[in-house]
């Protein structure tokens, strides 16, 4: 009653003062127009590697005609192009985001000249943010490695695993542990070196991903030696991984975060040309994008982006195809140049619509912080 009387009195006394009762009818929606925009403390960066248009059409017409992304107020699309190639690898697609630089493909974290280009989640640390990594690759795979490493080729994978040790990045999960505790290349255990820069580094062989310890105040968890099975073979971590890590990073979580959250394999599903693979692999991810939507949503000031780094498999829904029974085709075993959506909800959410290069997404990311 009194709520309403309130209500009824700031409406009037807005519409003496301006003289346009009708545009400020609604209060609620006359406060909400004049607020600032707001910005985003944390980032949830999910990439879907090699999730093109048509691989997230047969993901919904695959799931009773719905999918996660349905749920996103701005959708975007981003040119994927490399400095060398008009069809990006994931590595020179990881780089434009995380670093901003158009570089060649192969590039881990460096520019076209193979120097090392700060990425955003190295200046998140900087700044005093939590930051995170997350993949159903290796931890060392083009994606994850570009937001934390520097390499001129992205096969290094034990140089990219010592580049752990160089950022204090709060937690990362994913496959590729023979990389830190059993390289070739040196006599260095880079798991008791984590150990010694204060990570707690648990791995599937001991644990499961349910006995993670959330008390760690640095955690790496290895789900795999080499590659994580694909989810159609039974591999099931990456949605509670991904609840796990949001809360993991909004502990003691003063300044903000960055996480990145990587489904690797809808790419490799389409490099092998198998539906299954990539109908499997885009309803697990999907199930993430749900799950990073709803712990958004319930904290309020987190920028959820969605996008892929390219479109993997040249692939095509035929006409042949009914819903829930999807005749796939591919036309490459390769990676396409067509241009790929970027999905927004959060702070900042408006910066991510209409048509822009890879590159800019770092940029936009960068803003929604409102970082110089
Ligand atoms: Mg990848
Ligand atoms: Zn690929």
């Keep these: 009653m009194l709520r309403s009387a309130l209500g009824i009195l700031f409406a009037f006394s807005v519409a003496i003062s301006c003289g346009q009762p009708e545009r400020i009818a609604d209060p609620q929606a006359f406060r909400k127009k004049i607020a600032k925009p707001k910005k985003a403390k944390n980032v949830i960066l999910l990439i879907g590697d090699g999730m093109g248009l048509t691989q997230i059409s047969a993901g919904m017409y695959n799931n009773s005609n719905k999918i996660s992304l349905e749920r996103f107020p701005v959708i975007g699309l981003h040119k994927s192009h490399s400095s060398d190639k008009l069809t990006t690898d994931s590595a020179a697609g990881a780089t434009a985001f995380a670093c901003g630089v158009k570089t060649y493909n192969g590039a881990i974290g460096v520019n076209q000249d193979t120097l090392a280009v700060q990425s955003i989640l190295e200046e998140a640390e900087i700044k005093g943010l939590r930051t995170g990594l997350v993949a159903t690759s290796?931890?060392?795979?083009?994606?994850?490695?570009?937001?934390?490493?520097?390499?001129?080729?992205?096969?290094?994978?034990?140089?990219?695993?010592?580049?752990?040790?160089?950022?204090?990045?709060?937690?990362?999960?994913?496959?590729?542990?023979?990389?830190?505790?059993?390289?070739?290349?040196?006599?260095?255990?880079?798991?008791?070196?984590?150990?010694?820069?204060?990570?707690?580094?648990?791995?599937?062989?001991?644990?499961?991903?349910?006995?993670?310890?959330?008390?760690?105040?640095?955690?790496?968890?290895?789900?795999?030696?080499?590659?994580?099975?694909?989810?159609?073979?039974?591999?099931?971590?990456?949605?509670?991984?991904?609840?796990?890590?949001?809360?993991?990073?909004?502990?003691?979580?003063?300044?903000?975060?960055?996480?990145?959250?990587?489904?690797?394999?809808?790419?490799?599903?389409?490099?092998?040309?198998?539906?299954?693979?990539?109908?499997?692999?885009?309803?697990?991810?999907?199930?993430?994008?749900?799950?990073?939507?709803?712990?958004?949503?319930?904290?309020?000031?987190?920028?959820?982006?969605?996008?892929?780094?390219?479109?993997?498999?040249?692939?095509?829904?035929?006409?042949?195809?009914?819903l829930d029974s999807l005749e796939l085709k591919f036309t490459s075993t390769k990676h396409t140049a067509t241009m790929i959506p970027v999905f927004a909800k959060g702070p900042g959410q408006e910066k991510f619509s209409g048509i822009y290069e890879n590159t800019e997404i770092y940029n936009k990311l960068r803003a929604a912080y409102g970082w110089e």
């Design 138 to 322: 290796t931890i060392v795979h083009a994606t994850p490695a570009s937001f934390i490493a520097h390499n001129k080729y992205r096969k290094n994978y034990e140089e990219i695993a010592a580049d752990f040790l160089n950022t204090p990045i709060e937690l990362f999960i994913g496959g590729g542990k023979k990389f830190f505790d059993r390289r070739e290349s040196d006599k260095r255990n880079l798991s008791q070196e984590l150990q010694r820069a204060g990570y707690t580094v648990q791995d599937y062989f001991n644990d499961d991903i349910t006995e993670l310890d959330s008390t760690a105040q640095k955690l790496a968890f290895f789900t795999a030696d080499n590659d994580p099975v694909p989810a159609y073979q039974g591999r099931d971590y990456l949605l509670p991984a991904t609840q796990f890590s949001l809360d993991f990073m909004n502990k003691q979580n003063e300044n903000g975060f960055f996480i990145m959250i990587e489904g690797s394999q809808i790419d490799w599903g389409g490099h092998a040309n198998i539906p299954e693979y990539v109908l499997s692999e885009m309803k697990d991810y999907d199930a993430v994008i749900h799950a990073a939507l709803d712990w958004a949503e319930e904290d309020g000031e987190t920028l959820v982006v969605v996008t892929a780094d390219h479109e993997t498999g040249g692939l095509a829904i035929d006409h042949t195809s009914k």
